[in-house]
């Protein structure tokens, strides 16, 4: 077999090993491949190989980097209000017809965030480490179990379901007691993408308490005051504290499914259906005056970092 030979055989080989990466990629990116002399010589095929690896994988790796599109008109503004089972008094006969809650405590969590045009979290401030306004204690323990960097550019629905798994978890939702509820309210001056993150917070925070077999509603509490983030303050430094807080009240927490009668769940959804028609209304809330942290009010002209 003559050098020909050789390299004729060489060049099949490796064109069966290694196919023509590069063009599949300029394909995807919708580009036109460059028109260059294939080198000869063994040893740069393995350079050629590289190059080609290199541009697949950043056009895999492209559109995850690049800033999704704009979905709304405007930012908006969630908060989330976690009342557990036993700290709402419930009318007699049950279903109960209405449910009238006791002051906000520092076991009543409270968080709040921004979502932005383009539907994903915001950070806070010029630190960037946080999107999550956790309003008092019992947040930043949740917040310690979820990790602040968890809440950058995510998704403010699958966000909340998170955080309710988290409360569920720390015992700030009771999964053995009929009665929780995670009141929310949504702002923004696009009513359409208000309304759309609205609905998609009910049925996902349903679907999760179905789901898990809790008797608890999500519904849209017209005394919950828009966030004001003029509050807030960065707790980083301290969130390794709220980290083994969060970790000591999950394990005080593992048990609590076992507390549950032998026919829980059966009625999961009529008991839901008949207690979320009586939430929102006047007089269903003790009011926002008693919420940790006071009144609470949207500042249309505070400065975003995002």
Request: charged letters at 25%; aromatic letters at 8%.
């Given at each position: 077999?003559?050098?020909?030979?050789?390299?004729?055989?060489?060049?099949?080989?490796?064109?069966r090993?290694?196919?023509?990466?590069?063009?599949?990629?300029?394909?995807?990116?919708?580009?036109?491949?460059?028109?260059?002399?294939?080198?000869?010589?063994?040893?740069?095929?393995?350079?050629?190989?590289?190059?080609?690896?290199?541009?697949?994988?950043l056009?895999?790796?492209?559109?995850?980097?690049?800033?999704?599109?704009?979905?709304?008109?405007?930012?908006?503004?969630?908060?989330?209000?976690?009342?557990?089972?036993?700290?709402?008094?419930?009318?007699?006969?049950?279903?109960?017809?209405?449910?009238?809650?006791?002051?906000?405590?520092?076991?009543?969590?409270?968080?709040?965030?921004?979502?932005?045009?383009?539907?994903?979290?915001?950070?806070?401030?010029?630190?960037?480490?946080?999107?999550?306004?956790?309003?008092?204690?019992?947040?930043?323990?949740?917040?310690?179990?979820?990790?602040?960097?968890?809440?950058?550019?995510?998704?403010?629905?699958?966000?909340?379901?998170?955080?309710?798994?988290?409360?569920?978890?720390?015992?700030?939702?009771?999964?053995?007691?009929?009665?929780?509820?995670?009141?929310y309210?949504?702002?923004?001056?696009?009513?359409?993408?208000?309304d759309?993150?609205?609905?998609?917070?009910?049925?996902?925070i349903?679907?999760?308490?179905?789901?898990?077999?809790?008797?608890?509603?999500?519904?849209?509490?017209?005394?919950?005051?828009?966030?004001?983030?003029?509050?807030?303050?960065?707790?980083?430094?301290?969130?390794?504290?709220?980290?083994?807080q969060?970790?000591?009240?999950?394990?005080?927490?593992?048990?609590?499914?076992?507390?549950?009668?032998?026919?829980?769940?059966?009625?999961?959804?009529?008991?839901?259906?008949?207690?979320?028609?009586?939430?929102?209304?006047?007089?269903?809330?003790?009011?926002?005056?008693?919420?940790?942290?006071?009144?609470?009010?949207?500042?249309?002209?505070?400065?975003?970092?995002?």
């Amino acid at each position: 077999m003559n050098e020909r030979q050789i390299k004729r055989k060489m060049k099949r080989e490796a064109d069966r090993l290694v196919p023509d990466v590069l063009s599949s990629v300029y394909a995807r990116l919708d580009l036109e491949k460059p028109q260059t002399k294939r080198p000869s010589a063994p040893w740069k095929w393995g350079m050629v190989t590289a190059g080609a690896m290199g541009a697949l994988v950043l056009a895999l790796v492209l559109p995850s980097l690049l800033p999704g599109p704009i979905v709304s008109e405007a930012e908006a503004y969630v908060r989330l209000k976690y009342v557990a089972a036993s700290l709402i008094e419930a009318e007699e006969p049950e279903p109960a017809v209405e449910i009238n809650y006791l002051p906000t405590t520092d076991a009543t969590p409270i968080f709040a965030y921004k979502v932005s045009q383009r539907g994903k979290t915001m950070t806070l401030d010029d630190k960037q480490n946080n999107a999550l306004y956790a309003e008092n204690e019992a947040s930043k323990i949740i917040a310690g179990g979820l990790g602040l960097r968890n809440s950058i550019k995510k998704d403010p629905v699958a966000l909340a379901v998170s955080l309710t798994n988290l409360a569920r978890q720390a015992g700030y939702l009771e999964s053995y007691a009929k009665g929780n509820v995670v009141a929310y309210s949504v702002t923004s001056a696009d009513a359409t993408y208000q309304d759309k993150i609205k609905n998609e917070l009910q049925t996902a925070i349903d679907d999760y308490f179905r789901e898990q077999l809790i008797y608890g509603i999500a519904y849209e509490d017209a005394e919950l005051e828009a966030p004001d983030f003029s509050g807030y303050e960065d707790f980083a430094d301290e969130i390794d504290s709220y980290r083994q807080q969060f970790d000591f009240r999950r394990h005080q927490h593992d048990d609590d499914d076992k507390q549950r009668g032998s026919n829980w769940g059966e009625d999961l959804d009529e008991w839901m259906d008949d207690h979320r028609g009586n939430h929102g209304q006047p007089g269903s809330s003790s009011g926002s005056s008693s919420e940790t942290g006071g009144s609470h009010h949207h500042d249309s002209g505070q400065n975003n970092t995002n």
